[in-house]
């Protein structure tokens, strides 16, 4: 299965937050959508970081309440894994476990163009199962 089936099943929407707006905008923002990280970006197009509930926690653990007016590119991850449409599940699958990555964004022609969560890629894993599944049944019983 490629990341391509999963966009289709889910869109391509991706919330993003310029690098100025400040952790508490980040905040209303993953509360607003119910997600877990946002792509920092200016334009809406380029990758600049993503920033994650876990990069709040941490950083707020560090700094205290202060943090949530600063800039979001204080607390964001710069060096942000990305995949292609084209690419394997299976691959990400493991990046993200590799890595304990929960969120990777999907570049198609150097654009943002989706992004893909580990709940995703745990669904998607289900939903073949299932359909394995219901082969294998299907197989049985003639």
Request: contains cysteine; glycine residues 8%.
């Amino acid at each position: 299965m490629r990341i391509s089936e999963i966009l289709r099943g889910k869109g391509e929407d991706v919330a993003t937050i310029e690098p100025d707006a400040k952790v508490r905008r980040l905040l209303a923002l993953l509360a607003e959508h119910n997600i877990g990280a946002v792509v920092v970006s200016t334009d809406g197009s380029t990758i600049e970081g993503i920033a994650s509930e876990r990069d709040v926690v941490r950083r707020l653990n560090e700094r205290g309440a202060g943090l949530l007016d600063e800039p979001v590119s204080s607390i964001m991850t710069a060096t942000v894994r990305t995949c292609a449409p084209g690419d394997n599940i299976d691959d990400l699958r493991a990046t993200m476990t590799e890595h304990r990555i929960r969120h990777v964004p999907v570049v198609r022609d150097g654009r943002l163009a989706g992004i893909v969560s580990i709940g995703d890629v745990v669904k998607s894993a289900i939903a073949e199962l299932e359909t394995e599944r219901e082969q294998l049944v299907d197989y049985i019983s003639r």
